[in-house]
């Protein structure tokens, strides 16, 4: 009979990540439609106030936070010690990467935003967090899109890859887990990154004031037209699977 070690497959530790860019992380929380955007995206799936929530990767706590204005609180993995200081601060549980949980410990909603383009082995990642989710539960996750946009900015924080939907969907399902939606996201988004490419930084730096132009004008009219184009392209990729 297998293990529950073998059972929950393997677990993922603070070596799998890699992050190392912090001011770009404190950079995107001036992206408020963007943010919102996200924050939607796991609130649509937040069917009770007592269901448990677990936001994976959770850095600086710009998500959870949100979250918890609308008096909704997911406990954080995070594994960045100066992180976690800082999310324990806030008054959040900071869950061990290295914990086995017990039944009563899993979750009934797992979201990760911006973080398996962060872990070598992406698969390995997604398993345990498979294992991590109750039967029935939801998974969401939002990474980067399509290695034709790999930028200095991804050089920078520490990506292994960008992502194609197809290849997303794949993991997942590989972990045991059903599709229920997957889609590109930010379609203009997809070309302001390749002007990045071709003319942006060569230090992968955000310019503040030109993301929170973008984000103020620009997104919205971006998030209206991924109806159109999210099985085409964009600058994201979202996937949302739920454990039979």
């Known amino acids: 009979m297998p293990s529950i070690e073998e059972l929950r497959g393997p677990r993922v530790t603070s070596s799998e990540f890699a992050y190392t860019g912090c001011d770009n992380l404190e950079a995107m929380t001036e992206a408020v439609n963007y943010n919102r955007f996200l924050i939607d995206c796991v609130e ?38 100066e992180l976690q200081k800082l999310l324990l601060s806030k008054g959040y549980k900071v869950v061990d990467c290295e914990a086995e949980p017990s039944e009563s410990e899993m979750y009934s909603l797992i979201y990760s935003f911006n973080v398996f383009e962060h872990i070598k082995n992406d698969q390995e990642a997604s398993e345990h967090l498979t294992s991590l989710l109750r039967p029935g539960g939801t998974m969401v996750i939002y990474v980067p899109a399509l290695e034709m946009l790999f930028t200095s900015m991804d ?21 045991g887990l059903e599709i229920v939606e997957s889609r590109y996201c930010d379609p203009i988004g997809f070309f302001a990154t390749l002007a990045y490419k071709y003319a942006g930084s060569d230090d992968g730096t955000i310019n503040t004031r030109a993301l929170k132009l973008y984000d103020r004008v620009v997104f919205p009219l971006s998030k209206l037209l991924q109806s159109v184009t999210g099985k085409l392209f964009g600058k994201n990729v979202l996937v949302v699977a739920t454990k039979p």
């Not at 007592?50 to 979250?67: Q, S």
């Open 44 to 81: 649509k799936h937040v069917t009770s106030p007592e269901l448990r929530i677990l936001d994976f990767g959770a850095g600086r706590g710009t998500y959870a936070d949100m979250l918890a204005e609308r008096n909704i609180i997911p406990d954080c993995l995070e594994p960045d010690a």
């Open 155 to 175: 050089t920078k924080v520490g990506h292994y890859r960008r992502y194609r939907r197809t290849q997303l969907n794949r993991i997942l399902r590989n972990a």
